[in-house]
């Protein structure tokens, strides 16, 4: 069965880290794109970032450029999204999914979501 699986959310005060991995069993990541998307509460889903399934091409939306960066382990079959300086409107669900193109459009693949509160 193919999967993807978020973790590593959590509660964060602003300005602190979290690092989001998205495991996928059933089928190897290397020959996929995978993109990150977060969903707050009462807003739409957005796309955050994008990695090619070589590695080669990442992308980020405005608000996050500098702050987060998208990274893959192919040998841990794991794609990874370290936020930094995390403000209290990056709070949301984060859910990692295949993708058609970096950038493109979201694929068939969605992992289960992790939530990433920014509170003091």
């Known amino acids: 069965q193919l999967q993807l699986v978020e973790s590593g959310g959590g509660l964060v005060q602003p300005g602190g880290s979290l690092r989001l991995s998205c495991a996928a069993s059933?089928?190897?990541?290397?020959?996929?794109?995978i993109g990150w998307f977060r969903q707050a509460p009462g807003k739409e889903r957005e796309g955050v970032s994008c990695?090619?399934?070589?590695?080669?091409?990442?992308k980020y939306v405005d608000s996050v450029k500098g702050r987060f960066t998208i990274s893959r382990v192919n040998a841990k079959n794991t794609v990874y999204l370290q936020m930094n300086s995390l403000k209290p409107e990056d709070t949301a669900v984060y859910y990692c999914a295949t993708q058609v193109g970096c950038p493109g459009y979201p694929g068939n693949y969605w992992g289960q979501g992790t939530q990433v509160t920014v509170s003091s």
């Open positions: 990695i090619s399934s070589s590695g080669g091409i990442t």
């Open positions: 059933g089928f190897t990541l290397d020959r996929v794109n």
